[in-house]
């Protein structure tokens, strides 16, 4: 996948969304850009994998309400109780 980038006379580029999360990049995290001896760049997140903010909200559904302590209290002891 080729992905094309325009330079604003600032030299500023802005990175869209696909490869964005191609990257595994959220809004406010960095990437890490590496130059290469042949004239190119390496970009990849600056994020170590792994780290706690990468796995918070992975399991969001969007439209759905978060739960609540007590409802995941219930679907753990259904579960231990066979139920579910």
Do not use: Y
């Not at 890490?32 to 994020?47: C, E, H, K, W, Y």
């Amino acid at each position: 996948m080729t992905t094309f980038l325009t330079v604003t006379a600032k030299g500023q580029v802005t990175l869209r969304k696909e490869l964005l999360e191609h990257l595994g990049v959220a809004p406010g995290e960095k990437i890490a850009v590496d130059l290469l001896p042949t004239g190119r760049a390496a970009i990849r997140s600056a994020q170590p994998p792994g780290v706690i903010n990468a796995f918070i909200g992975c399991l969001v559904k969007p439209g759905t309400k978060p739960l609540s302590v007590e409802d995941m209290k219930e679907i753990a002891a259904a579960g231990w109780a066979g139920e579910k």
